[in-house]
T-cell receptor, first 116, second 110 residues
Framework: GAGVSQSPSNKVTEKGKDVELRCDPISGHTALYWYRQSLGQGLEFLIYFQGNSAPDKSGLPSDRFSAERTGGSVSTLTIQRTQQEDSAVYLC??????????????FGPGTRLTVT | DAKTTQPTSMDCAEGRAANLPCNHSTISGNEYVYWYRQIHSQGPQYIIHGLKNNETNEMASLIITEDRKSSTLILPHATLRDTAVYYCIVRVVGNYQLIWGAGTKLIIKP
């Protein structure tokens, strides 16, 4: 079946512009995650959505970052007034939830963001 | 969640078994060991997880020591396509946050 998809695959933007990154999770997965990965580093947690519950935004690095998930499916990560330090690969993952507990995460290919 | 320690890099000959170690000496009783890998320019891929018994699936085997302070991921017949960064993570099932270290860069050589 279809996996997690993300768009665009690459985004180059000028400092100060806003960007939107999209994630389509696996159908039926109620949990959705956003991570950021800088070059040569492990993944940094950004935000977690679970069904209709309030999202866990504890990993968002500043108020320039926001995310929403419409209809419990597609999610959009928005970065306002981009800075050069925002350059990274942004990864989305989704997972099943059984008995309220999320299970193994399946990742999309990521969006490589470059801020010039 | 407990912290893990992995070697920075390892080499393995194609066709041989690749054994990737992971130390998790502060693991607690309700924490599982998870392994993911990330092939260059792709998102991470789930491999396997276990609690205390050894586990095997179509991709790999996971050997966990009796005291649970360390584990080894085994790729039985490594191929060039297994070249990737391998991440060992321990977490409580149901705790959705995965704490990622730098992983082990495994290079399979022909």
């Amino acid at each position: 079946g279809a996996g997690v998809s993300q768009s665009p695959s690459n985004k180059v933007t000028e400092k100060g512009k806003d960007v939107e990154l999209r994630c389509d999770p696996i159908s039926g997965h109620t949990a959705l995650y956003w991570y950021r990965q800088s070059l040569g580093q492990g993944l940094e947690f950004l935000i977690y959505f679970q069904g209709n519950s309030a999202p866990d935004k504890s990993g968002l690095p500043s108020d320039r970052f926001s995310a929403e998930r419409t209809g419990g499916s597609v999610s959009t990560l928005t970065i306002q007034r981009t800075q050069q330090e925002d350059s990274a690969v942004y990864l989305c993952a989704s997972s099943l939830t059984v008995g309220g507990r999320p299970y193994e995460q399946y990742f999309g290919p990521g969006t490589r963001l470059t801020v010039t | 969640d407990a912290k893990t320690t992995q070697p920075t890099s390892m080499d393995c000959a194609e066709g041989r078994a690749a054994n990737l170690p992971c130390n998790h000496s502060t693991i607690s009783g309700n924490e599982y060991v998870y392994w993911y890998r990330q092939i260059h320019s792709q998102g991470p891929q789930y491999i396997i997880h276990g609690l205390k018994n050894n586990e095997t699936n179509e991709m790999a085997s996971l050997i966990i020591t009796e005291d649970r302070k360390s584990s080894t991921l085994i790729l039985p017949h490594a191929t060039l396509r297994d070249t990737a960064v391998y991440y060992c993570i321990v977490r409580v099932v149901g705790n959705y946050q995965l704490i990622w270290g730098a992983g082990t860069k495994l290079i399979i050589k022909p």
